[in-house]
């Protein structure tokens, strides 16, 4: 009982002990760091005498119409716009993401997106990123936003070898089926897109 009733003065003697091994690692960082900011070259910059930047005035950025960039032109969009007023582009598109091979692809409401490695049937700078891909067609697929909103993939009429897949379900040639966020889409064996929609859709 004595020898237990003897205890916690050790253990506070050993938290005291690591409490003072901490403050001296503390110092020893501290030290370094003073010797580097003493006899580097960043002392020039001079931090310490400069003022703070004015921070940003707040209340114009607030006061001031909300746009954001279009995703295809870049020009600004007001917030609520269905089109962009500079190239007329929906505000709501796709994007197709793939790992193999690496690319993402954005598509709005102009036309279908035609996926092949024709470079003149589907888009140049599509079929550059097919090129080489094993499983994917001259002319493959094409995905389409519809005036509504809506996704349609089709395989080409004409068919594939590898076939046109829709989350694992293979799509009979110039069959239009319907596509949602967050499908995978694939052509052949291994390309394969997961498609994700950005923005809402028409009122
Ligand atoms: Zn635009």
Known sequence: MTDEGARPPRYVDKSLAEDVFLDDEDDDED????????????DGGGEEGDEPPPWPAGS??????????????????????STCPECQESVRHLRLISTRPPVQL????????????????AAPTVAAALDGERGVSRRHASIEMAPDGGLWLTEHPAGTVNGTFVNGERVPPGDRVPVADGDTVRLGTYCAFTVLVV?????
């Not at 001031?64 to 995703?71: G, I, K």
């Open 60 to 81: 114009q950025v607030s006061d001031a119409p909300r746009t954001h960039p279009c995703w295809s032109c870049a020009a600004d969009v007001p917030s609520g716009a």
């Open 106 to 121: 954005r598509h709005g409401g102009c036309g279908p997106l035609n996926l092949g490695r024709h470079p003149s049937w």
């Open 31 to 42: 030290d370094e760091d003073g010797e580097y900011d003493g006899s580097g070259e960043y």
């Open 199 to 203: 923005g809402e859709p028409p009122a």
